[in-house]
């Protein structure tokens, strides 16, 4: 059964500045119960796949010897985005990999957009080859991946993400689970990607 491990990490977003709290990052609140208003957090996990961009002609079963970091970028696994997305800082590195589809104009004359994290940004359709890795080099054979590439912002527009987001509509995904498997010794939850066998 080929898998991979998922990285987990506990988003900076709500990070709590000053804190004395060994682990600053979480969502901070007061348990109803507590007088004495000592600040808890929720944890705020995202889960990484490491995601390898390869050329159309590669074997999609084969993990490649050598990886280019720029054709590696992790990708945050959100089963609630419909299509797999790059912003454009990752995927001009390797735009040459990438087989790019039209769109029909819209109605109204206005480029196509989408919204992500608060934002919005005008992006290109496109096709991309994509594997999965991990640390150990454990390798999930590729699949062709209709995605999302984001165009650079302009200026003073808010930023787009800082990792490729891995939606639901990959065939990477296909025939596969996101398995939880206990807790490390340092209490992070453990996670895999793996082929779903019955």
Same mark, same amino acid.
């Given at each position: 059964m080929a898998k991979v491990r998922v990285e987990v990490r506990n988003h900076p977003l709500a990070r709590c500045v000053g804190s004395e709290s060994p682990t600053p990052f979480g969502l901070p609140f007061f348990r109803p119960s507590d007088a004495a208003r000592?600040?808890?957090?929720?944890?705020?996990y995202r889960l990484l796949v490491k995601v390898v961009v390869l050329p159309a002609d590669a074997d999609p079963l084969t993990r490649p010897v050598e990886i280019p970091e720029t054709h590696s970028p992790p990708a945050i696994l959100d089963t609630g985005a419909p299509l797999t997305c790059f912003p454009a800082t990752l995927w001009r590195q390797f735009a040459a990999e990438i087989r790019w589809l039209d769109q029909p104009p819209r109605e109204d004359g206005e480029p196509w957009r989408m919204t992500i994290l608060g934002g919005s940004w005008t992006y290109r359709l496109g096709r991309v080859r994509l594997g999965a890795t991990d640390i150990n080099g454990r390798w999930l054979d590729a699949a062709t991946t209709v995605a999302m590439f984001l165009d650079e912002p302009p200026a003073g527009a808010s930023r787009p993400p800082r990792h490729a987001i891995l939606g639901? %509509?990959?065939?990477?995904?296909?025939? %596969?689970r996101v398995r939880h498997a206990g807790t490390t010794p340092d209490d992070l939850p453990v996670w895999w990607l793996e082929d779903d066998i019955p």
């Open positions: 000592v600040i808890a957090r929720l944890p705020w639901l %509509r990959t065939p990477l995904l296909d025939r %596969r």
